[in-house]
């Protein structure tokens, strides 16, 4: 049941570690053709088929001395529990094919939407933590292990009972990165369901319900540091740092609040790229980007990666990073793309047309017309 394939192809080329000659037919065979090599009894050898081989229907084309050749007959390779299950996520299934868990992908099982993002800070800022730091897929919010690996990151994470984005309701966006004023929403409520809510605490003076981390710092050098000693930065395992702002409201008393950006005031990340702080120092609703190097594909794409420094040169210099970074806050709306990843880095010559994935200029590339175009971005002769 097996697919035929032409006698000049096979899945991988034998090589000494795989075969071997039991006999030889005469004392001298060389690559020269000698009428000996049209008996296959001749040169018998054992051939071990790889562990790690996708299971599968193949073919042996056996070549000699690239004169002759003849296949085998068809083989069925069935799977093998050790690869299958090697990251602990798979099973050999009735059919003897590889059955992944929920969310898990790949011929060993070894892909998964739900895995953490492994991160390394741009040379020129220096990261809260570390050069080299791990942060959840989604942040400070639940993985969906049923979304499947390697197709779509759409819903990759859990959806909130109560209609919100995420299973936290204090964050958004595709993976939960960007924080939210939810607190407030349950300003109108009771001071008792204020106070229920962990992150949440009722400030009385204000009769409105703000988050607890930052509420408790008292002044104003405590909420947002003295330019020197940053007190501001909340660490959590879970998420990016939570900063904190000193609001002083036209009535009541002056407080310390966390820095929110919901209700999709950000531009959305394309392809698939998480979010990230422009500075280590800001909160990511103050500056941010979208990490192409976390781009859907990334490989066998070509979206441009750009510095930090050359996206702080493209900020408009009247915003202040009081407030929240939005399409306006760039100094050129051509630029926006390099912030969102959307700017494809194939510059296509003769013509021809990059694809929407940004992975070729195939499109009218004159490749049959003299002189003939050739290569990713159609300028080779």
Request: glycine residues 6%; proline residues 3%; hydrophobic residues 30%.
């Amino acid at each position: 049941d097996g697919v035929d394939i032409a006698s000049n192809n096979w899945p991988f080329y034998v090589g000494s570690g795989l075969s071997r000659d039991a006999q030889n037919c005469v004392s001298d065979n060389g690559t020269n053709f000698d009428a000996c090599n049209a008996d296959l009894s001749c040169n018998d050898f054992t051939f071990a088929i790889p562990t790690s081989l996708t299971p599968g229907y193949y073919q042996l084309v056996i070549r000699f001395n690239n004169e002759f050749n003849v296949h085998s007959n068809v083989l069925h390779v069935q799977c093998n529990a050790d690869v299958c299950n090697s990251t602990g996520h798979g099973y050999c299934g009735a059919d003897g094919e590889c059955v992944c868990d929920d969310g898990w992908s790949g011929d060993s099982c070894e892909f998964s939407v739900c895995e953490d993002w492994l991160f390394t800070a741009d040379t020129s800022q220096s990261d809260l933590l570390n050069d080299n730091f791990v942060k959840p897929r989604c942040f400070s919010s639940q993985c969906d292990s049923n979304a499947v690996a390697q197709t779509s990151d759409e819903n990759q994470c859990l959806f909130a009972a109560n209609g919100y984005e995420c299973s936290s309701v204090h964050f958004e966006g595709t993976y939960c990165e960007i924080p939210v004023d939810y607190c407030s929403t349950l300003s109108s409520s009771s001071e008792t369901e204020c106070n229920a809510v962990a992150e949440c605490v009722y400030d009385s003076n204000n009769n409105m319900c703000v988050y607890r981390d930052c509420f408790a710092f008292t002044s104003q050098i405590e909420c947002e540091g003295d330019g020197v000693n940053e007190t501001t930065a909340i660490v959590y395992d879970d998420t990016w740092p939570i900063f904190c702002e000193w609001i002083t409201p036209g009535t009541g008393d002056a407080y310390c609040n966390r820095v929110t950006c919901g209700g999709q005031v950000l531009p959305a990340c394309e392809q698939n790229a998480v979010r990230r702080s422009l500075f280590s120092d800001t909160s990511i609703c103050r500056a941010w980007f979208c990490d192409c190097s976390t781009a859907s594909n990334i490989a066998d794409t070509y979206w441009s990666v750009t510095t930090i420094d050359s996206l702080q040169s493209r900020i408009s210099s009247s915003f202040d990073f009081s407030a929240a970074m939005t399409a306006d806050s760039v100094s050129d709306s051509s630029d926006l793309d390099l912030f969102t990843c959307g700017s494809c880095a194939l510059e296509c010559g003769n013509g021809a047309l990059v694809d929407t994935g940004c992975t070729n200029c195939d499109t009218s590339c004159p490749i049959d017309t003299e002189p003939f175009r050739a290569g990713i971005e159609c300028n080779q002769v």
